[in-house]
């Protein structure tokens, strides 16, 4: 059984369809990848298949369960097996980077001890090469900086599945090798990664399945 099958999705946005009808599936361990010119609608296809995005019409199934209609139980196991790289990096403006970190364990984690929670953060963060304090909010940081904090919020619950989307915009080369080292050891343990990119040397870089979106409809 495929870790995820789309089954005619389709997205309506205002009085646009912009995902027109796609049906795929992904294989767990592997890694795929979606491509296409800006507005060919990849990004909410990545957020459909993430269920970030509720389809207009057709399934998104996650382990063979419709992820709009499974039970609880399956959605917090969903939740908690899958994390999301947003190409903003979408962290809370409100919160420090020790709290937006902090977030995802508390969820995730609820009997993790605080002490524990800190020590997991700190590992994160050395992991993704972020050295600055962790009582700065996101506006102290610089977008490379924020762009790292969104990884290490990504990996701090070991998640099977890892969504991207643009991963490397805002990156400078040194940031970016850190997240290709980090992605080649995701990818190598096992587990499977979604992305979206339009940067050539990222999509050679992770290779995978590659899928052309054109319009909203699968063309390759």
Known sequence: MALFTLEDVRFNSRSKEVVRGISMEIEAGSVTGLTGKSGSGKSTLLKLIAGILVPSGGKVLYKGNDIQTMSNAKNKEFRRECAFVFQDSALWANQDIQQNLNLPLQTHN??????????????????????????????????????????????????????????TESLDRKGGAVILELLDGFIKNGKTVIYVSHNSFFIHSVAGKIHVIEEGLLSE
């Open 110 to 167: 609820p009997k993790m001890s605080a002490q524990d929670r800190l020590l997991r953060i700190k590992e994160v963060c050395e992991l993704v090469k972020y050295e600055r304090p962790l009582h700065l909010r996101p506006v102290d940081l610089s977008m490379g900086e924020q762009k790292k904090i969104a990884f290490a919020r990504a990996f701090i619950n070991n998640p099977e599945v890892l969504f991207l989307d643009e991963c």
